[in-house]
């Protein structure tokens, strides 16, 4: 299934990665990750009944994805969408860690929506839990709760599926590039001979090759902050103009942070 999505995203052939289940060193840290110095994926011994099962298994095959494409950095690290990750881990590695586990979690979402209908059980306990929009009983589009910017993984993945939707319903997403149109300017955006390390990184590339507004969508998601002076459109003086602006920019629907 997910060697389908990338196959239709990038025009390449099936991409076949190496899993241990039940994987002895994933056991002993009780974790399930993506070696991507040896490109295997480790899974623990329980995931067989865990509500979790393709949620993962499919998030750990997009973190073997980002390393063929080079569209994400690595970090070994036990982490959570629940995680302010630069105040756990420090401004180094945060935004590049949530960068990499928010990718793999859209491609989690993603692929799922894309092919659950014929092949998929989400859920043991669930089975009509199928081709959801969740990731972890998150609904992608609607499940507002730690909105902490760039710094989490659960906001990377968000504006992915924002910027890959159709968000005609959503006032902040004017983005519609489809999963293709997404994943190929991600490629666009990785440095000669380097890796894609963060989403500003992304964001810088956007910048550079597209016209498309991204204020609100950022905004929305309290990665930029959210100007209030001067007010758009208004005369200019000839005093010195006051700028002020929304800290946490965002939705003013939005109160959870
Ligand atoms: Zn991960």
């Known amino acids: 299934m997910s060697q389908k999505i990338v196959a239709v995203q990038s025009d390449d052939d099936y991409f076949f990665v190496e899993a241990h289940y039940p994987s002895v060193t994933a056991n002993t840290v009780d974790s399930c990750f993506y070696d991507f110095v040896s490109d295997v994926i480790h899974l623990t011994s329980d995931l067989g009944t865990s509500d979790y099962l393709w949620d993962t298994v499919l998030h750990e095959y997009g973190h073997y994805v980002a390393d063929i494409y080079n569209i994400t950095d690595f970090w070994a690290a036990n982490h959570g969408p629940t995680q302010h990750q630069t105040d756990t881990f420090g401004k180094l590695v945060g935004p590049l860690l949530s960068w990499s586990e928010g990718w793999a979690d859209y491609y989690s979402v993603v692929s799922q929506q894309m092919y659950a209908p014929y092949q998929l059980i989400d859920s043991a306990s669930n089975p009509t839990n199928i081709a959801d929009y969740k990731y972890k009983s998150r609904n992608i589009e609607s499940d507002n709760t730690y909105l902490y910017g760039e710094s989490n993984e659960w ?8 910027m890959d939707d159709n968000g005609t319903s959503e006032s902040w997403d004017n983005i519609s590039y ?13 440095p000669f001979l380097s890796i894609l390390d963060t989403l500003s990184d992304f964001m810088d590339s956007l910048y550079d090759n597209e016209s498309d507004d991204f204020g609100p969508l950022l905004s929305y998601y309290y990665i930029a902050e959210n100007p209030t002076l001067p007010i758009n459109n208004t005369t200019a003086t000839y005093f010195a103009p006051r700028f002020e602006w929304d800290a ?6 939005v109160t959870t942070i």
């Open 248 to 253: 946490g920019g965002g939705d003013p629907s």
């Open 155 to 162: 906001v990377i993945a968000r504006v992915l599926y924002d």
């Open 178 to 190: 489809g999963g293709k149109g997404l994943f190929e300017k991600m490629q666009e955006a990785v």
